[in-house]
């Protein structure tokens, strides 16, 4: 696959972003303004989240000739990690159970599981970004 047909830079950009948030909501003292960049820090691993995994089914259709049938959201998470592109099948399929939490029900119980598994979260994406840029520069 030629890297152009896999273009990385907006999920590397998205992870910057979510890096900064987080980093912003760890170093405020105040708990008003914390609350705040919070629901930024969750908004942003949401779409974060959702990039990374149409990434991740971009590259096994375009790489492996993988089908809408072939690609379960957990089939992804398998097929990655069978490939050793992502390091933690069940960190994916825990940040997917995270991610619809936010869809269904956003509350304090929530928001704080999910801003907890943000640092994981975090070195996974660049883990994948990092791996994925190996195999693209390989072809």
Same mark, same amino acid.
């Given at each position: ?6 273009? !990385?830079?907006?999920l590397?950009? *998205? #992870? =910057? ?20 960049i919070?629901?930024?820090? %969750? *908004?942003?691993? /949401?779409? $974060?989240?959702? $990039?990374? *995994? ?7 259709? &375009?790489?492996?000739?993988? +089908? /809408?049938?072939? !690609?379960? %959201? ?10 050793? !592109?992502? /390091?933690?099948?069940?960190?994916? +399929? ?7 939490? +936010?869809?269904? /029900?956003?509350?304090?119980?929530? $928001?704080?599981?999910? #801003?907890? =598994?943000?640092?994981?979260? #975090? &070195?996974? =994406? ?5 791996? !994925? ?7």
């Amino acid at each position: 696959m030629k890297k152009s047909e896999l273009d !990385l830079r907006n999920l590397e950009n *998205k #992870i =910057v972003s979510l890096k900064e948030c987080y980093r912003d909501y760890s170093c405020q003292p105040d708990e008003k303004l914390q609350n705040y960049i919070k629901d930024s820090c %969750i *908004k942003r691993f /949401e779409y $974060t989240y959702e $990039t990374a *995994k149409k990434i991740m089914n971009k590259f096994l259709k &375009k790489e492996y000739d993988k +089908t /809408e049938k072939d !690609l379960s %959201i957990n089939n992804i998470f398998r097929e990655m990690y069978g490939l050793n !592109l992502i /390091e933690n099948f069940e960190n994916w +399929t825990e940040y997917r159970e995270l991610r619809n939490l +936010t869809s269904h /029900e956003y509350n304090d119980n929530n $928001t704080y599981k999910i #801003i907890d =598994v943000i640092p994981k979260f #975090i &070195k996974d =994406v660049e883990f994948l970004i990092k791996n !994925l840029n190996g195999v693209l520069q390989d072809d």
